[in-house]
């Protein structure tokens, strides 16, 4: 069904009036009001909605033209015909410089085809209209969306051919860095490299409802480390397949839950150090090297360790883990009383492999040797100093509790 047109027809000569209505007859879609004046016909506009206004030029009072411009005063978008008997160039052009939309010569011709004039007008306007609102709300939506991800409180991010296309200032932010400059930028220089293997679920090729979680520690531009959450899905962008993600800084819940972890697996050690000294069935050297285990286990990325015990005032390997060449090698280059003083880190040059530690077992003043440990990772100096602390006084009980029993020790070798 057509929509009804609604047309004002602003005409002061009864015939021509006349003439239009008959043009009309045939076109039930056309509701026709009539003013004979153009004060009439702008009361009429201003009270009523049309959808096309039709003008007669010369008009008692009002002209035609001053008519036209009070319409476009408060409607700039609406259909205004002005007819005229009388078609002169001069006029049409006046008529279209007042923003007239069409210009119509009076005739018995042109009233009989007012009717295809009007729809053809009226359709492309309601068309311009659809287009104008259409364009306002894709550019109102694109605000909103543009608003949420500037605003957003995750970094937000396209990533295609494995560099950022784009990222909102969040994503800026979390890596320390003004985000236009991380546009063009791979992905991968910001990882870790021991965590190198996210990048790959960068580009996940499947598609679900609920886009999976990730972890990864990401390197910000000033060479702090952060650890950081994204998901991702797949997406097409500019053309070509890209990956929409969007990313929250956890530095604070990992660091806890790692935390977390670390103190259970200290009170695990502590444990079960703990249980073996109150068990008769353990000689010195099965306690010391489950002890070790314990150690080894708590520490994070620990490759090498050992236990020493004072011997006739030198420092015996009583439990191994590891390499006996490197752990040596590194005794070697450190005094006896430096490794009975405090717990400490060492960074040595001339060992590079590895990163040391190392804490006396001693309590109430009385010294009975020392924990050396290795890693190939970067120990953390509190975590590492602080673990080994704890459990060298547990140590340094079971070994008490031992020497009382009198168990026999294992012979063990000098170092």
Known sequence: MVEPYRILIIEDDPEHAELIRRGFKKHDEFFLDFATTGE?????????????????LVLPGIGGLDVLVRIRKFDQDIPVVMVSGHGTTEMAVVAFENRATKYVVKSIESFRSLPYIFENLIQEARFKASERDMRAQIERSERIHRNIVENALAGIYILQDGAFKLVNPKLGEIFGSP????????????????????????????????????????????????WVEFRTVPIEFEGSRAVLGNLID?????????????????????????????????????????????????????????????????????????????????????????????????????DADY???????????VTRGAIVVASRGELEENHCISFLGDLTSHINRLVEICNNRGMTRSVSADV
Not at 202 to 224: F, W
Not at 282 to 310: K, V
Request: aromatic share 6%; glycine share 8%; proline share 3%.
């Open 40 to 56: 009439e016909g702008l009361e009429m506009v201003e009270r009523g909605s049309y959808d096309l206004i039709s003008v007669d």
């Open 179 to 226: 985000h236009e400059k991380l546009i063009g930028m791979p992905f991968w220089k910001l990882v870790q490299p021991d965590d190198l293997e996210c990048v790959s679920k960068l580009e996940n090729k499947g598609s679900c409802d609920a886009a999976p979680a990730y972890e990864s520690r990401i390197t910000r531009r000033d060479g702090q480390a952060r």
């Open 250 to 350: 956890i530095t604070s819940r990992k660091e806890r839950e790692i935390e977390l972890t670390r103190q259970s697996r200290k009170l695990t050690a502590i444990n079960n150090i703990m249980i073996r000294s109150l068990d008769p069935g353990y000689d010195m050297d099965d306690a010391l090297s489950n002890a070790l285990s314990d150690i080894m286990t708590g520490m994070d990325g620990s490759e090498i360790g050992g236990i020493f015990l004072l011997e006739g005032g030198k420092l015996v390997l009583r439990s191994l883990h590891g390499s006996v060449e490197d752990l040596v090698y590194f005794i070697q280059g450190i005094s006896q009383d430096v490794l009975l003083s405090t717990p400490r880190i060492y960074k040595r040059e001339s």
């Open 355 to 365: 990163l040391w530690a190392s804490a006396p077992i001693a309590c109430n003043g």
